[in-house]
């Protein structure tokens, strides 16, 4: 069974890199040594691996990464912290 992640990653700017892949371990070596020049991490480099997912289904994978992607900042980090219980409350929108 071919497994599927999604990852995130911390750049050296403090933003987060969220992605998809079949080869995590080979994926974050192509994002440190800079292999792809129009990534979002070739000049925000070096970056960590702060969080991933494993996933059966690519398909799957690849939309959770699409619904991670259009999160805030604040609320990736919840998730990096394993803090899921708040997810919820980072999804309600604030209306005045």
Not at 11 to 37: A, M, P
Request: a positive charge; hydrophobic letters at 30%; aromatic letters at 14%.
């Amino acid at each position: 069974m071919l497994l599927s992640y999604v990852y995130i990653l911390k750049c050296s700017d403090g933003s987060y890199y969220t992605g998809v892949t079949t080869d995590i371990k080979k994926r974050l070596k192509e994002h440190q040594n800079g292999i792809h020049k129009s990534s979002y991490t070739f000049n925000r480099r070096p970056v960590h691996l702060v969080f991933y997912s494993t996933f059966t289904d690519i398909n799957m994978a690849i939309e959770r990464e699409k619904q991670v992607k259009k999160w805030s900042k604040v609320k990736k980090e919840v998730l990096i912290r394993s803090e899921y219980n708040l997810l919820p409350y980072l999804s309600k929108k604030k209306f005045q």
